[in-house]
């Protein structure tokens, strides 16, 4: 997650006197703002203490959905780090009434989970879309109130459950779309590698993902990816196509399924912004310059590429924000630069929504060191390969892999993507 969420623990909050003299540190709008220009995940506190969801347990909600039945997805407990991916697991159709029984180790004999062992296998009820688990539950959609980050009218409805027991976790992965917000509240950008992991016997988390003008067109790149990478392994190994499609993908891909995906999102794209839009765009200069200039109702959509400084820019420089951080707003500190073991969990500071006052682990975000990949400079790939190579020059072989790492580079699926934009653009 793909996608993605943490997770809190089911005992109780802290009693309706003590939120009472809470004062929410952020104004919804000044939330939103965060929320639309942060590039690093963090942790806002003491904005969620007086949602009604926060009092929600395992056991509250198996009452509130009386017998529903939800997919689980089982994983082995290991200690390996082989990602567990959701076309590898098994699943099992149980109640969560069900599910908490088993938990509890009192299920080994007969029902759903008789045969998964509860010492070798966790169990993750994931991405459980709320309009569809609590259908005929509707109200319950008001515990949830996204609108204190700025979004008006969004509740439970645009939100996902999950609920998982210890171990349960979702394989590192990055979202395509959107931006991430955690009941914890945590903030997690776009394009930000990371994984979750239920940490505490019983987990229960709701997040949701917030759409971004940038959606539409990375719909377009993310169908050129598709594209190239489908047609360049195909050609090399039609007979094995599982060795390298991803992991998570369910459906047949071919040249012609890949086309209309493009076709569609490049249609998608228009329908969002108007056919009346027109991108003007001027060729590569001789000091090898490439500019997208946009007229009419472009809204910043286009973004021009300037390869002289191997970075994409908006043609303006903007000054830089002072820094958001603060007692109320905490940086997320990749996993990667300090050990878990040395920081006994991966968040813990006092009166943080996303740890509790009574010291409670919600869960655990680890990012890895080559975050934000789409702003790292070309020069530095470059460099970074030349010096990780030991062969000479001569006696370098350049595989399909090879060229497929040039031709997906975020930066130049981007350029590919504003050209085809702008060409339909002019036959509209």
Same mark, same amino acid.
């Given at each position: 997650?793909?996608?993605?969420?943490?997770? %809190?623990?089911?005992?109780?909050?802290?009693?309706?006197?003590?939120?009472?003299?809470?004062?929410?540190?952020?104004? /919804?709008?000044?939330?939103?703002?965060? @929320?639309?220009?942060?590039?690093?995940?963090?942790? $806002?506190?003491?904005?969620?203490?007086?949602?009604?969801?926060?009092?929600?347990?395992?056991?509250?909600?198996?009452?509130?959905?009386? #017998?529903?039945?939800?997919?689980?997805?089982?994983?082995?407990?290991?200690?390996?780090?082989?990602?567990?991916?959701?076309?590898?697991?098994?699943?099992?159709?149980?109640?969560?009434?069900?599910?908490?029984?088993?938990?509890?180790?009192?299920?080994?004999?007969?029902?759903?989970?008789?045969?998964?062992?509860?010492?070798?296998?966790?169990?993750?009820?994931?991405?459980?879309? %709320?309009?569809?688990?609590?259908?005929?539950?509707?109200?319950?959609?008001?515990?949830?109130?996204?609108?204190?980050?700025?979004?008006?009218?969004?509740?439970?409805?645009?939100?996902?459950?999950? +609920?998982?027991?210890?171990?349960?976790?979702?394989?590192?992965?990055?979202?395509?779309?959107?931006?991430?917000?955690?009941?914890?509240?945590?903030?997690?950008?776009?394009?930000?590698?990371?994984?979750?992991?239920?940490?505490?016997?019983?987990?229960?988390? +709701?997040?949701?993902? @917030?759409?971004?003008?940038?959606?539409?067109?990375?719909?377009? &790149?993310?169908? @050129?990816?598709?594209?190239?990478?489908?047609?360049?392994?195909?050609?090399?190994?039609?007979?094995?196509? !599982?060795?390298?499609?991803? /992991?998570? &993908?369910?459906? &047949?891909?071919?040249?012609?399924?890949?086309?209309?995906?493009?076709?569609?999102?490049?249609?998608?794209?228009?329908?969002?912004?108007?056919?009346?839009?027109?991108?003007?765009?001027?060729?590569?200069?001789?000091? #090898?310059?490439?500019?997208?200039? &946009?007229?009419?109702?472009?809204?910043?959509?286009?973004?021009?590429?300037?390869?002289?400084?191997?970075?994409?820019?908006?043609?303006?420089?903007?000054?830089?924000?002072?820094? /958001?951080?603060?007692?109320?707003?905490?940086?997320?500190?990749?996993?990667?630069?300090?050990?878990?073991?040395?920081?006994?969990?991966?968040?813990?500071?006092?009166?943080?929504?996303?740890?509790?006052?009574?010291?409670?682990? $919600?869960?655990?975000?680890?990012?890895?060191?080559?975050? !934000?990949?789409?702003?790292?400079?070309?020069?530095?790939?470059?460099?970074?390969?030349?010096?990780?190579?030991?062969?000479?020059?001569?006696?370098?072989? +350049?595989?399909?892999?090879?060229?497929?790492?040039?031709?997906?580079?975020?930066?130049?699926?981007?350029?590919?993507?504003?050209?085809?934009?702008? #060409? !339909?653009?002019?036959?509209?």
């Amino acid at each position: 997650m793909a996608a993605d969420s943490g997770a %809190f623990t089911n005992e109780d909050s802290e009693s309706g006197e003590e939120e009472g003299k809470h004062v929410k540190p952020f104004t /919804p709008e000044k939330a939103k703002e965060i @929320i639309m220009s942060l590039q690093q995940p963090a942790i $806002f506190c003491n904005m969620v203490f007086d949602w009604p969801a926060q009092h929600w347990t395992a056991k509250h909600l198996s009452e509130v959905l009386q #017998g529903k039945q939800i997919r689980f997805r089982m994983g082995t407990k290991r200690t390996d780090t082989a990602p567990q991916f959701e076309t590898t697991c098994s699943y099992v159709e149980a109640t969560l009434e069900e599910f908490l029984t088993w938990n509890c180790d009192r299920s080994s004999i007969s029902g759903p989970f008789r045969d998964y062992d509860h010492s070798k296998f966790w169990a993750y009820a994931d991405y459980k879309y %709320f309009v569809s688990l609590f259908e005929d539950k509707t109200d319950i959609f008001q515990d949830v109130m996204w609108s204190d980050f700025g979004f008006p009218g969004r509740n439970g409805q645009e939100s996902t459950l999950w +609920i998982g027991s210890m171990g349960a976790h979702t394989p590192c992965h990055l979202d395509t779309y959107g931006c991430n917000l955690v009941f914890q509240v945590l903030f997690v950008p776009r394009h930000w590698w990371h994984y979750v992991e239920s940490i505490d016997p019983v987990t229960v988390s +709701i997040n949701s993902w @917030i759409e971004l003008e940038e959606d539409h067109q990375a719909r377009v &790149e993310e169908a @050129i990816t598709r594209m190239l990478v489908c047609a360049l392994k195909t050609a090399e190994n039609p007979h094995d196509m !599982r060795a390298w499609l991803n /992991p998570t &993908e369910v459906e &047949e891909t071919s040249h012609e399924v890949n086309c209309r995906y493009l076709n569609g999102a490049v249609s998608a794209f228009f329908d969002h912004y108007g056919t009346s839009k027109v991108v003007e765009t001027q060729a590569l200069s001789t000091d #090898g310059e490439y500019v997208i200039k &946009e007229e009419l109702n472009v809204h910043n959509h286009v973004e021009g590429a300037q390869t002289s400084s191997h970075s994409l820019t908006l043609g303006t420089v903007k000054q830089e924000a002072a820094s /958001p951080f603060g007692p109320d707003l905490v940086p997320v500190i990749p996993g990667s630069q300090e050990p878990p073991s040395e920081r006994g969990g991966m968040f813990e500071s006092d009166g943080e929504d996303f740890v509790g006052k009574n010291g409670k682990r $919600f869960g655990k975000l680890h990012c890895t060191k080559r975050q !934000r990949m789409m702003s790292e400079s070309e020069n530095a790939v470059v460099e970074q390969m030349a010096s990780n190579s030991t062969v000479a020059p001569s006696q370098t072989f +350049i595989s399909t892999d090879d060229l497929l790492d040039c031709l997906v580079n975020p930066q130049v699926t981007r350029i590919v993507a504003q050209l085809l934009i702008q #060409g !339909r653009s002019l036959r509209l």
